[in-house]
């Protein structure tokens, strides 16, 4: 297992128009996390997935903003009608949730991000 | 509402010295903590964890302190190396679901 991926590495798009980001978490991870982070700024939370189910969201994903893990393995956050204020790094991160587990050297395994540049 | 501050930008240290980074927290319920290091166009890496049960974690030239009372943790590094710049991020968390993380430290070692 290679750790967490994510497709693209780089998305540039036009104003209004829909993107789509994927992520592969690792296989035996059951949490999937996904965060946006701006220049200057620490990673901020959207959501979380354990298998499938959606657990929390964050204030910060608008009604443009929907993630999905069909099967609880891989994960899409769709970002509909996009504006300039969406560019940012989108960051995807797994865990194996356990509260013991997550004490261990492993912790949160982020991905390398896609970065988003809306023109 | 920055939950947790990171108050230092940037930290300059020569090759060999100790490295200090620090972070700060406002929620009293926060038990669970990370450090994280990021390159240039990576992701963040996991370095170290502690929880609110400990005062000390170590792993290596790593070592996290957590003051509970004063709501303030520091990673010490020692001896630091040129490949330890990067930017830092602390990270904590009250029930292990969502993080809250720092701004970040931009850690420069000069050999």
């Known amino acids: 297992d290679t750790g967490v991926s994510q497709d693209p590495r780089h998305k540039i798009t036009k104003r209004g128009q829909n993107v789509t980001f994927r992520c592969d978490p690792i296989?035996?991870?059951?949490?999937l996390y996904w965060y946006r982070q701006t220049l200057g700024q620490g990673p901020e939370f959207l959501t979380y997935f354990q298998n499938e189910a959606q657990l929390e969201k964050s204030r910060l994903l608008s009604d443009r903003f929907s993630a999905e893990r069909p099967k609880g393995s891989f994960s899409t956050l769709e970002i509909q009608r996009t504006e300039q204020g969406d560019s940012a790094m989108y960051l995807c991160?797994?865990?194996?949730?356990?509260?013991?587990?997550?004490?261990?050297?492993?912790?949160?395994?982020f991905g390398s991000g896609t970065r988003l540049t809306v023109v | 509402d920055q939950q947790v501050k990171q108050n230092s930008p940037s930290l300059s240290v020569q090759e060999g010295r100790i490295s200090i980074l620090n972070c700060d927290y406002t929620n009293s319920m926060f038990d669970y903590f990370l450090w994280y290091k990021k390159y240039p166009a990576e992701g963040p890496t996991f370095l170290i964890s502690i929880s609110s049960i400990k005062d000390k974690n170590e792993d290596g030239r790593f070592t996290v302190f957590l003051n509970k009372s004063a709501k303030h943790l520091s990673l010490h590094i020692v001896p630091s190396q040129p490949g330890d710049s990067a930017v830092y991020f602390c990270a904590a968390s009250a029930t292990g679901n969502q993080f809250y993380f720092g701004t970040g430290t931009s850690l420069t070692v000069i050999p």
């Open positions: 991160a797994s865990s194996a949730w356990d509260r013991e587990l997550t004490m261990r050297r492993d912790g949160y395994t």
């Open positions: 296989s035996e991870h059951n949490r």
